[in-house]
């Protein structure tokens, strides 16, 4: 039996009973679950912990929350954008920014967000991500093709970007994700990048939302994807990153403080209806966290000047099987909103020209 399921040895199935008559008085063998079952217990447990030591600090963290855009001076790896908005002046035209959000596997849906706004030649100026939106935002801002994009989606297996071990600090190697992104773009800094972007992390130490900027891609997409408690945290200057979801799943406001005139944002948290069938504890689990997600959320989604909220459905988040739905329900969530993104800049251009008269 693997060392995953090893974690929860002696955990009963619901489904045992007692036996009486001749079984009575002896002592019951308890059934095991699989040992993939206990991982993604496992794996619900330590999100729904953290979910709930997110909700009771919610208060003290929207007035202590320290947003790193322009504030802070960067250094190295654990660097924030002093200056993003000065690479992106232009007179003619509004800044768009778009924000991928974070939702595990579910955010293959933001490839499909970027195949309308690339057919459509929208512009993109610069993208914030969080979690598995910092590893779509790299491979964007790289220049790779859309085509190339969504074959890297459908092709991508769990064991591509997971590894499971064991140690005090985690049960998955996060070395893997940065593997992952250097394969497809190379050892890039961010200023190789063809697009700017901003990666957001979370000191865990002091619940500080860290936007990253500079120094190597791949290393700042580990640590924005770094869950924590299941894989060991980035230590970057006296710092310890997690994922960047664990204070802002959509980071509407970085974008904000960087510059941007009109926001785009892709929350692909779970949508949150009483048609969901809960028929055994693991399901409540992922409701429980996929209501919270939705909650935590709701302020950042209610400043985005265009909400895309692709519907994927139940996609558990480290679920590369349906990858080509989650793309399609991208694609077709963006294309609902295209009338709302070019009236707002059409009315942008128009007060850019105003204001430059």
Same mark, same amino acid.
């Given at each position: ?25 002896? @002592? ?7 040992? =993939? ?6 794996? /619900?447990? *330590? ?30 790896? $654990? =660097? ?45 100026? &610069? ?8 590893? *779509? ?11 190339? /994009? ?11 970007? &997971? ?16 593997? &992952? ?20 992390? @979370? ?65 692909? @948290? ?5 048609? *969901?069938? $809960? ?40 679920? &590369? ?22 009236? $707002? ?13």
């Amino acid at each position: 039996e693997s060392t995953i399921g090893n974690l929860f040895r002696g955990l009963p199935r619901t489904d045992v009973h007692k036996r009486s008559g001749r079984h009575r008085g002896v @002592t019951r063998k308890l059934a095991l679950i699989s040992p =993939a079952s206990r991982f993604v217990l496992l794996l /619900l447990l *330590v999100g729904l912990s953290l979910a709930c030591a997110h909700n009771q600090a919610i208060d003290k963290q929207a007035k202590d929350l320290v947003l790193t855009s322009r504030e802070q001076v960067s250094s190295a790896l $654990l =660097a924030v954008q002093p200056a993003l908005s000065a690479e992106l002046d232009n007179p003619e035209r509004p800044r768009i920014a778009l924000v991928l959000g974070s939702g595990g596997t579910r955010g293959i849906a933001h490839i499909g967000v970027l195949r309308v706004l690339r057919r459509e030649h929208i512009p993109i100026d &610069f993208v914030v991500g969080s979690s598995v939106g910092s590893i *779509v935002g790299a491979l964007f801002c790289s220049g790779i093709s859309q085509e190339n /994009l969504e074959q890297i989606a459908v092709t991508s297996k769990r064991r591509d970007i &997971f590894r499971y071990v064991i140690s005090k600090n985690g049960v998955i190697d996060g070395a893997r994700v940065e593997a &992952f992104i250097n394969r497809h773009i190379g050892q890039r800094s961010f200023d190789e990048l063809k697009i700017p972007l901003a990666v957001v992390t @979370t000191d865990i130490r002091t619940g500080e939302e860290i936007v990253i900027a500079h120094g190597d891609v791949a290393r700042a997409v580990r640590a924005s994807c770094t869950f924590p408690g299941l894989m060991a945290p980035m230590k970057a200057n006296g710092r310890m990153l997690v994922d960047g979801g664990v204070v802002d799943k959509l980071p509407v406001t970085v974008a904000n403080n960087l510059g941007a005139d009109i926001v785009i944002a892709v929350d692909v @948290t779970a949508n949150t209806t009483n048609h *969901v069938k $809960l028929t055994n504890m693991v399901e409540v689990l992922v409701q429980t966290l996929n209501v919270m997600a939705r909650q935590m959320t709701r302020g950042q989604a209610e400043l985005a000047d265009v909400l895309i909220r692709p519907q994927v459905g139940q996609q558990w988040m480290l679920d &590369f099987k349906n990858a080509q739905k989650c793309i399609d329900a991208g694609a077709e969530a963006t294309t609902a909103v295209l009338p709302r993104i070019r009236a $707002l800049l059409s009315q942008a251009n128009r007060q850019k020209k105003q204001i430059a008269q």
